[in-house]
Structure formats: structure tokens, C-alpha cells
């Protein structure tokens, strides 16, 4: 089955600065990649996705990259805000018969500094 | 627009007793996916299901939980005989479609004593 791996576990940055989050996966047939934000207490929120046609997708100071050669891809924060502080997850999926559950990683602390 | 809903939000139970979770889908989602989140982890998949239908329920343990989703009414995860270890926090998410858009729920926190 799929496996998907997030690193660094944890990461702090300075308000202002850009902060970004890595993942790999393993199923060479895997073709969405979501990312969510999770505040203390809350369910995960969908905050951008990228699907395997295409290498890049920006939404104002969000960006996703996908690599599916090297089966990576990365969430880019730029300007970073007080408010981003929260668990960020990725997770993979692929179209294996009817089935399109997610596959997450576990998980990057992500703190932002004022 | 409602997003995905789950009740209760937090629920104590003590061991040997049955736990109910229930989410109602975002409108226009006929489906459905429940996750387990322990502490300090990520979420794991634990069943997938459409109206009247399990679709895969490849990451439920194979004693004590089910899953429905009736044809009318919420989606209903059950534990029967909780033991200390099914505390964790449990999301629901919807889509519209297989392969679309997941969106969560936020979450029943099961404590078990």
C-alpha cells in the first residue's frame, strides 16, 4: 500500500519568512496530493491540491509542487503570519478500484515566530 | 452551506460500553470516510462507504467496529466493548464523488475510562 512520509516533524520560522514542508510517497500510481491545516482542537482543513497532471499550483501565498519522477512534492508558505502556526498534513491517493481513501503523512508543527 | 457535521464532539465511555459517532455529509456528498487520529499522529483511514454501501473497510479492525451509512440519516461508526485503547479522535470527511475533494469534519473525541 501507499506510504507517505513528512519532514521535517517540526519547524519554526520567523513572521515574514517563507516556510517550506516536504513529502514522499511510495505508489508510482498515486495521483492527488492534498495538503490540510489542522488547528489545536479542530479537523483538518483543505488548504490546497495538486493532481499528477500537472508540476505546480499556486492559490495567493500558498504553493504545492509535485515531482512524480523523485515521487515528492512540497508545500510552500511564503510570508509568513502568526495565524499559519497550526499541524500541517499531506496525504496521497490514487485510483486503485473504487477506492480513494487518503494515505497521511504524520504530520509538521509548523510555528511562526512574531 | 453546512460543512461536514459530527456529534457528538466529545464522548466518555467506559470500558465494555458501546460508542456511537455520527457524521452528517456536507449537502450534495453521498460519500463518505471515517479516520482515526491518536495523539501525536497522523490520521488513518478506516472505512469508506456510500449511501447504503460499504465501499472499502480495509482499515477497520476486524472485532468490535462497524460502519453504516443508511439511505437516509447520518453516517453511524460503532464501537462496541470500547477498551482504553480506541481513545483517540475520530474525523468523518465527505466528497461529492470518489476522487474529489475531502472535507472534514471536526471530529469526536472518544475518552475511554
Known sequence: GENVEQHPSTLSVQEGDSAVIKCTYSDSASNYFPWYKQELGKGPQLIIDIRSNVGEKKDQRIAVTLNKTAKHFSLHITETQPEDSAVYFCAATGRTGANSKLTFGKGITLSVRP | ?113
Open chain 2, 1 to 113: 452551506n453546512a460543512g461536514v457535521m459530527q456529534n457528538p464532539r466529545h464522548l466518555v465511555r467506559r470500558r465494555g460500553q458501546e460508542a456511537r459517532l455520527r457524521c452528517s455529509p456536507m449537502k450534495g456528498h453521498s460519500h463518505v470516510y471515517w479516520y482515526r487520529q491518536l495523539p501525536e499522529e497522523g490520521l488513518k483511514f478506516m472505512v469508506y462507504l456510500q449511501k447504503e454501501n460499504i465501499i472499502d473497510e480495509s482499515g477497520m479492525p476486524k472485532e468490535r467496529f462497524s460502519a453504516e451509512f443508511p439511505k437516509e440519516g447520518p453516517s453511524i461508526l460503532r464501537i462496541q466493548q470500547v477498551v482504553r485503547g480506541d481513545s483517540a479522535a475520530y474525523f468523518c470527511a465527505s466528497s461529492r464523488q470518489a476522487y474529489n475533494e475531502q472535507f472534514f469534519g471536526p471530529g469526536t473525541r472518544l475518552t475511554v475510562l
